[in-house]
């Protein structure tokens, strides 16, 4: 059975950091590429960051400079530091695992309010 789980979500004010972390089993984590998602209300699922098997990063511009993606594969996880939050960032983020098929995390709440 494939579990993505994700942590370290919350509250925080704009301006502020959180880490989120992705706990991954029942697959080869390292032959998969490993991304974040998010979804805000009304809102269809962006692409957050990507990290290839090479470990190359990818990131959109609206969160380039101020969200790092990593990996490690010894402990088949995966993170998200985000600094410099602002409120729309406000979404629910999910762990993506992509090779020949894809699977997902449950999500988790980030909010950024005064």
């Known amino acids: 059975q494939v579990q993505l789980v994700e942590s370290g979500g919350g509250s925080v004010q704009p301006g502020g950091s959180l880490r989120l972390s992705c706990v991954v089993s029942?697959?080869?984590?390292?032959?998969?590429?490993m991304a974040w998602y998010r979804q805000a209300p009304g809102k269809q699922r962006e692409l957050v960051a990507i990290?290839?098997?090479?470990?190359?990063?990818v990131y959109p511009d609206f969160v380039k400079g101020r969200f790092t993606i990593s990996r490690d594969n010894a402990k088949n996880a995966m993170y998200l530091q985000m600094s410099s939050l602002k409120p729309e960032d406000t979404a629910v983020y999910y762990c993506?695992?992509?090779?020949?098929?894809?699977?997902w995390g449950q999500g988790i709440q980030v909010t950024v309010s005064s």
């Open positions: 990290i290839t098997l090479g470990f190359r990063t």
């Open positions: 993506n695992a992509a090779k020949d098929r894809q699977y």
């Open positions: 029942g697959i080869t984590f390292s032959d998969y590429a």
